[in-house]
């Protein structure tokens, strides 16, 4: 979405005649930032020379762009009221008569502020009607908007399927690469403003003063762009890199490790963000090794970090194969008691749904259920359940879906957004993080279209209620072409691209069918180290029927949701299809509320996504020549790959459940092979 190709349409022609000139006084690295993306960019977008004007002269048609200690200009419009209402982030975009010149101004109180207002200026050059009458006010809804990044120091990325990380920590560093600009550049045009450099599953030596150094590297890279580093410090570091004894955070001596340790860090990194934490689950060390809780593992680091305004992330991905437990259940039940527990710059991170991030959970009962603890969303923007780099699957909706839901904490209209910014609880620390899908593959994301996703996940950290549509559209037209007629046809087969997955993978609420590397299908389990692993744990296909009961007749995991979505979850007739096997064990020959049977309707999912594969391929063909050569191919192909997994999971599914249904195939349904 940053190739600033030349518009070509008549919209094109009006933006052409209204922009000559930038005036972007200032010598700071952010200042520089932006003048070296506008002048390149409106120069490419317009299809003319854009120079920085000659000792900032002001002509009609010059950009101003700044803040009132930058720019003079900007300093004699007398903004102070409406940039106060901003914020340190938010930005202004005006048409203004200055000394009788038309002019626009970018203006804002920081430079961070006025970086933004620019990347958004360029995306209304590619997506919006040009206006001499611009007023435009913008501000960020959560105060961090962070990708996690889950790479490790071997250079290899924990469920990345887009290549090797993109820190290179061998070269580090010494040799930086130039793409960790471009990084910077493309999440800073998003409002990105913090990256998690290494994998939730730590290794301890990224707290060596050697990787510490390294992180620093990258720091200074990202800094001009508001992007700001964070570190997921493994619990046991103090006992692997310095040899203490323990690393109980009631310890005395372990509270200094962790003092000492943050002091060298911010000494090397002025702006670090804090520490996100992995604790206890699956196999990381955490507080409760050492007999102690969440709160006290968090609260101590939290200590270490509160002194130089640092947050700790503490995740709330917590789970244990008890025998049977819900594992769905088990996060609420171990950190609810912890409510009103946690310092006030810790904030309890949650992924979206109460599992793991599967193509549809619903959301975690967590959101509403925590008032007096700060609470953040973490979303998934890689593909580990929906088809890694292979399969089309924008992810807009889906999170649309989940910041739409409503808790019920307060009545209606206590949606998951209205929990997590702040105006439910009056959280004073929001939050947003999305594990990233990016890696060194030259296309960024591995699929051309699954860039859509991290442009998704960017937008809406800066605006929750932006629909899914109008992201889409944006992304495709600053990204793939201006053409309305082909524009719709691409947003189309984005919008639809997710639920297309949920049916042909994980349909009517199943989860967790997959194999093992978290790709194709494996309903039928297969060996894991543990129970709450397998498959056949979560779908519980029997003779009997399918799904997992959980009800007061099972789990009643159901219970944590507020009333009535409690009850609508609960009652089989009230529950949503797409929700129902998550909830209830379902004989086969359920009758829906489409008048089929369960049998009949699940065989019926599997095929629409199956259809929606070939169709999508279809539509993809018609725009060749729309879209450059290069990057048509490469999708194309990708449709292919994406066609033949969903039928290898409709096959596989519906041959698999049919050994308990014992049903045949309905006569609109492809027979599976
Ligand atoms: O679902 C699991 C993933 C793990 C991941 C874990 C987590 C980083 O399969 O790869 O570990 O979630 O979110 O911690």
């Known amino acids: 979405w940053m190739r600033y190709d030349t518009l070509a349409d008549a919209n094109a022609q009006a933006w052409r005649s209204s922009i000559n000139t930038v005036v972007i006084p200032g010598d700071s690295p952010t200042m520089r930032a932006i003048l070296a993306e506008l002048v390149p960019a409106l120069s490419g977008l317009l299809g003319k020379s854009i120079a920085a004007s000659a000792n900032n002269t002001l002509a009609d048609g010059t950009l101003v762009v700044g803040t009132p200690s930058t ?108 793409r960790l600009t471009d990084y910077a550049r493309a999440s800073a045009s998003l409002g990105i403003n913090g990256a998690v450099l290494n994998n939730v599953n730590a290794d301890a030596k990224s707290l060596t003063p050697e990787y510490l150094r390294k992180a620093a590297a990258i720091a200074d890279v990202f800094r001009p762009y508001g992007v700001r580093v964070y570190l997921v410090p493994r619990f046991s570091a103090p006992i692997e890199i310095d040899g203490l004894e323990t690393a109980d955070p009631l310890d005395p001596k372990v509270a200094a490790w962790w003092k000492a340790k943050t002091d060298e860090i911010y000494k090397l990194i002025p702006d670090f963000g804090g520490y996100l934490v992995k604790a206890n689950s699956e196999g990381q060390p955490g507080p409760m090794t050492y007999g102690r809780t969440h709160a006290d593992g968090a609260n101590m680091l939290a200590a270490a970090v509160a002194r130089y305004g640092g947050i700790v992330m503490w995740r709330a991905f917590i789970y244990d194969p008890v025998p049977g437990s819900d594992r769905a259940a088990e996060a609420y039940n171990t950190l609810k008691p912890f409510d009103g527990k946690f310092a006030p710059n810790v904030i309890l991170q949650v992924k979206n749904g109460p599992v793991d991030f599967m193509p549809r959970e619903p959301f975690h009962p967590i959101f509403g259920s925590m008032p007096h603890t700060q609470v953040m969303p973490e979303v998934q923007i890689t593909q580990e359940y929906l088809g890694h780099s292979n399969s089309i699957a924008f992810l807009a909706t889906m999170w649309r879906e989940f910041l739409d839901s409503d808790t019920y904490a307060k009545g209606p209209g206590s949606t998951v957004t209205r929990v997590v910014d702040g105006r439910l609880y009056g959280q004073t620390l929001t939050a947003i993080a999305g594990v990233a899908n990016t890696g060194d593959d030259r296309n960024w994301t591995g699929h051309h279209l699954a860039q859509a996703n991290w442009f998704a996940y960017g937008r809406l950290a800066w605006n929750p209620d932006m629909s899914a549509r109008e992201i889409a559209d944006e992304w495709t037209e600053m990204t793939l072409t201006h053409d309305r007629k082909s524009v719709d046809e691409i947003v189309r087969l984005l919008l639809e691209s997710r639920e297309a997955v949920v049916n042909y993978e994980m349909p009517l609420g199943l989860a967790h069918l997959m194999d093992n590397p978290h790709y194709g299908p494996g309903p039928w389990g297969y060996p894991v180290a543990r129970p709450d692993w397998s498959p056949v744990y979560y779908h519980r296909a029997a003779n009997d029927g399918i799904g997992f009961d959980r009800t007061a007749t099972g789990t009643n995991a159901v219970a944590q949701y507020h009333e009535p979505l409690r009850s609508r979850y609960a009652d089989l007739s009230t529950c949503p299809d797409d929700m129902l096997l998550w909830f209830h064990h379902v004989p086969w020959t359920y009758k829906m509320r489409s008048g089929r049977t369960l049998w009949d309707e699940l065989c019926l999912r599997y095929q629409r996504g199956v259809d929606w594969t070939g169709d999508a391929r279809k539509r993809w063909d018609a725009l060749a020549g729309i879209i450059d050569a290069e990057r048509h191919t490469a999708v194309a192909r990708k449709l292919v790959i994406q066609q033949r997994d969903a039928k290898w999971w409709r096959d596989a599914g519906l041959l698999y459940f049919q050994t308990f249904s014992k049903q045949p195939f309905p006569a609109d349904v492809d027979q599976p092979t």
């Open 71 to 178: 720019s003079s200009a900007i300093a004699s419009l007398q903004l102070r009221d409406a940039l106060a209402k901003v914020g340190d982030e938010g930005f202004l975009i005006r048409s203004e008569k200055i000394d009788g010149r038309s002019v626009t101004v970018i203006a804002a109180s920081t430079e961070l502020g006025a970086l933004y207002g620019a990347f958004h200026f360029l995306r209304l050059v590619q997506t919006q009607p040009a206006s001499g009458n611009l007023n435009i006010s913008e501000k960020p809804r959560f105060l961090f908007r962070l990708l996690n990044h889950w790479d490790n120091l071997d250079g290899s990325i924990e469920r990345g399927y887009a290549g090797q990380s993109l820190w290179k920590w061998n070269e580090l560093p010494g040799t930086i690469d130039p």
